[in-house]
């Protein structure tokens, strides 16, 4: 017996991807994000390693006008001096 209950939903909205054209949703780490929830700003991606991560988990870099994520982030965190604060 075969389980069809099994489909894969977006994991914001709850849509079901089976039922969306392949350009219409993307995979991230977590499982499905559709094109209206990715628009809305609740996952962004890592320019660094390609990887989408919830908006809260991501560290704008300004000087660079870019997005990394925490793991990307504390790599170059690393290898960077961070500005003093005065
Ligand atoms: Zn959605
Ligand atoms: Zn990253």
Same mark, same amino acid.
């Given at each position: 017996?075969? &389980?069809? $209950?099994?489909?894969? #939903?977006?994991? +914001? /909205?709850?849509?079901?991807?089976? =039922?969306?054209?392949?350009? &219409?949703? $993307?995979?991230?780490? #977590?499982?499905? +994000? /559709?094109?209206?929830?990715?628009? =809305?700003?609740?996952?962004?991606?890592?320019?660094?390693?390609?990887?989408?991560?919830?908006?809260?988990?991501?560290?704008?870099?300004?000087?660079?006008?870019?997005?990394?994520?925490?793991?990307?982030?504390?790599?170059?965190?690393?290898?960077?001096?961070?500005?003093?604060?005065?």
């Amino acid at each position: 017996m075969t &389980d069809e $209950t099994q489909q894969d #939903q977006c994991i +914001i /909205c709850g849509t079901f991807i089976n =039922d969306l054209p392949p350009e &219409d949703f $993307t995979k991230i780490k #977590q499982g499905y +994000i /559709c094109n209206d929830c990715l628009a =809305d700003g609740w996952f962004i991606k890592c320019e660094q390693c390609g990887d989408y991560e919830f908006e809260n988990d991501v560290s704008f870099i300004e000087e660079e006008d870019l997005f990394l994520c925490k793991s990307c982030y504390q790599k170059r965190g690393k290898d960077v001096q961070r500005p003093k604060e005065s």
